[in-house]
């Protein structure tokens, strides 16, 4: 199962997504993954993405690469928000208690400068496989009743809700890692640079 992840991983590198002008996709299909001109390749191994969301809609989520990694964009719904502050029972930090995996300003429940958009690193904090996206909640995921809708890590069974917090009882320590990242404009996310409070 590890060995499928690295190839995922390994996959992911080679065709890894656009940057900007990207098209998300449905909450529950595989993430979008296009082709890459080698200088958008060499950007998202080093400095800072510029991701256009602006197609980005409500329940989607789409994937880029940045320094080599998958940073996951997902577009909350309403319902979801909602979800984030009545989950917090099954969850081993759901107040983003550890600082080193998140931006300050990333603190809050829902873990993002803007509620309705999380971004966040998509490699588990156990031994770093890339979660799956499991967005159906209750019986219907195979998760139990009480699933509320994340990810699951299928290597050793790690759960995160949809703002990337580690359930309780499960070998991933820690919540997923925020990255840096900032609005340059309304519907522009740039990945490795903080936002700064105004
Ligand atoms: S790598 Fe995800 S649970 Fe072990």
């Known amino acids: 199962m590890i060995d499928d992840t690295i190839n995922d991983r390994r996959r992911f590198l080679v065709k890894a997504t656009s940057a900007l002008g990207i098209v998300g996709v449905g909450l529950s299909t595989v993430p979008f993954i296009a082709s890459m001109s080698p200088s958008e390749r060499a950007r998202s191994l080093g400095g800072p993405v510029e991701v256009d ?11 880029v690469a940045w320094r080599g990694k998958p940073v996951w964009i997902l577009r909350r719904t309403p319902r ?3 979800t984030l502050t009545t989950n917090v029972e099954l969850l081993a930090d759901p107040f983003s208690k550890v ?3 998140q ?5 809050s429940v829902h873990r993002s400068i803007k509620p309705e958009y999380l971004v966040v690193v998509g490699l588990c904090t156990h031994l770093g496989c890339v979660p799956l996206a499991r ?5 219907l995921s195979g998760l139990g009743d009480d699933w509320p809708g994340g990810y699951f890590c299928p290597c050793h069974g790690s759960k995160f809700d949809l703002s990337g917090r580690v359930f309780k009882n499960v070998p991933a320590p820690t919540n997923l890692v925020v990255p840096p ?4 404009r309304d519907t522009v996310i740039e990945i490795g640079i903080h936002h700064q409070k105004v």
């Open 53 to 63: 969301i602006s197609q980005l809609e409500r329940g989607q989520m789409i994937t």
């Open 80 to 82: 979801t928000v909602a």
């Open 99 to 101: 600082e080193t995996q």
């Open 103 to 107: 931006p300050p300003y990333a603190s």
């Open 135 to 139: 967005f159906t909640s209750g019986t």
């Open 181 to 184: 990242h900032r609005y340059a």
